[in-house]
């Protein structure tokens, strides 16, 4: 039997989740063009082996705000909506182009909340998203930060990439952060934390592990990611938590090599997956 690094090697369907700061110079809020171009140019040559690709990309509202001139993040929920509206159709152009210097289509799908809770707009969106990649195209996904409010949002992309990943029945999520994986402390204030290389099942003690050790890594913190691992998980798909200050890292996962955290698919039979996404528990972790 192959071990769990090597199993990746077969993956072929394969969602890529990638955070806003991952994509925007901190210093200036604008576009980092020679990382952007580097991811486009990997997740490219996964298809030419193959592969089927998904990419769910935050961006929207801090590209909108640097085309707009705006000094300071904005907190109206008005004037966020308003940077996303610019913001995502200047990150989709931009994604676009890249893709066809590689001879690669890109498609744009936004999602709310309140498309996976109704049964109908979910099977429409698990339609839309197989038959973009039964066209060989790449779909490009973000929550529609121009629509969404505090009822109808995901809250974070990490959740929204776990759900994106059993909609359409994803072999391997990737979550690209701004941490190597999951550790046993914060490595930053703990030099004796370990990282782990491989989680089987999701735990009270994981959970809690995560709350009190790294969850002020990323946008979401790390409870955000491991409650993804607990939707993908239990669906089928395999996860990892890798860091994303080196694109590399995916087609070394994809080799199986041992880089970030891996969490490895199961069936649970006490967890409601259905349940745990349209009543929001996993931001109650």
Do not use: W
């Amino acid at each position: 039997m192959l071990n769990e690094r090597e199993a990746l090697k077969d993956k072929k369907r394969i969602v890529v989740k990638i955070g806003s700061s991952s994509l925007i110079h901190k210093e200036t809020g604008g576009i980092d063009y020679v990382r952007l171009e580097k991811l486009v140019r990997i997740l490219s040559d996964l298809k030419n082996q193959g592969k089927e690709v998904v990419l769910v990309s935050s961006g929207a509202i801090g590209v909108g705000r640097k085309c707009l001139g705006l000094k300071e993040k904005p907190e109206a929920l008005a004037l966020k909506q308003a940077c996303a509206a610019v913001g995502q159709g200047q990150l989709m152009m931009i994604y676009q182009k890249l893709f066809l210097e590689y001879n690669h289509k890109a498609a744009q799908v936004l999602l709310t909340f309140d498309v996976i809770t109704s049964d109908e707009r979910r099977k429409n969106a698990r339609n839309t998203l197989n038959e973009l990649l039964n066209l060989g195209i790449i779909p490009v996904v973000n929550e529609n930060d121009t629509v969404a409010t505090e009822e109808i949002e995901f809250g974070d992309n990490d959740t929204l990439s776990a759900i994106v990943a059993t909609l359409i029945g994803a072999d391997l999520l990737i979550l690209l952060t701004d941490i190597d994986g999951l550790y046993t402390d914060d490595p930053r204030s703990n030099p004796d934390a370990k990282k782990l290389s491989v989680v089987k099942r999701i735990d009270n003690e994981l959970i809690k592990m995560a709350k009190g050790s790294s969850s002020s890594y990323g946008t979401g913190g790390m409870s955000t990611k491991i409650a993804a691992a607990r939707i993908a998980t239990d669906t089928g798909t395999d996860m990892i938590i890798c860091e994303s200050s080196d694109y590399d890292n995916i087609p070394k996962i994809l080799a199986g090599e041992d880089v970030g955290t891996l969490f490895i698919s199961h069936e649970q039979d006490d967890f409601d997956t259905t349940d745990f996404i349209i009543n929001k528990k996993y931001m109650q972790l």
